[in-house]
């Protein structure tokens, strides 16, 4: 059986996020949140690829119960390029909501008051659109002209 390879997916900056921002009281900080599209399956997307439907859907699952339930879903500000892991030093964001609508997988991050999370807050407060790409592993296979990820955990 092939081996999984990185695959890390380039922001499409045409699916705009939305900043979200959540104060409880005065004394306590402001929360800043971003939401939006963060994968799709059944389509090709910008880089290629196409995921499948019924594995994207099971390992959002596994990722759910395994990750974002426990407090651990974090993103980093940018891919780096020879690790599916997350470099706690580089952590920007945690993912706290992810849910299937049709065949796209909605996402809600709150931003950390980590350092990256401090940048993302600035850039986001000067008005930079930013963008939200996955990073995973799996096996692409050609088919038609299209990269079909198997194996996408």
């Not at 939401?35 to 690829?49: D, L, T």
């Amino acid at each position: 059986m092939q081996p999984l390879n990185l695959l890390f997916e380039q922001p499409d900056y045409s699916q705009e996020l939305d900043v979200l921002i959540e104060e409880k009281n005065a004394k306590e900080g402001k929360n800043v949140y971003i939401s939006g599209i963060y994968m799709m399956a059944e389509s090709q997307n910008k880089n290629g690829r196409k995921y499948k439907l019924d594995e994207m859907t099971d390992e959002v699952s596994r990722y759910q119960k395994e990750f974002i339930n426990t407090g651990r879903s974090l993103g980093e500000l940018n891919h780096p390029a020879q690790s599916a892991e997350v470099d706690l030093k580089n952590a920007c964001h945690m993912v706290v909501n992810l849910e299937q609508k049709g065949t796209f997988f909605h996402g809600k991050s709150k931003i950390l008051s980590t350092p990256s999370g401090t940048i993302v807050k600035s850039l986001l407060s000067d008005g930079v659109q930013l963008g939200i790409s996955s990073r995973a592993l799996g096996r692409l296979t050609p088919k038609d002209g299209i990269n079909l990820v198997e194996g996408f955990r």
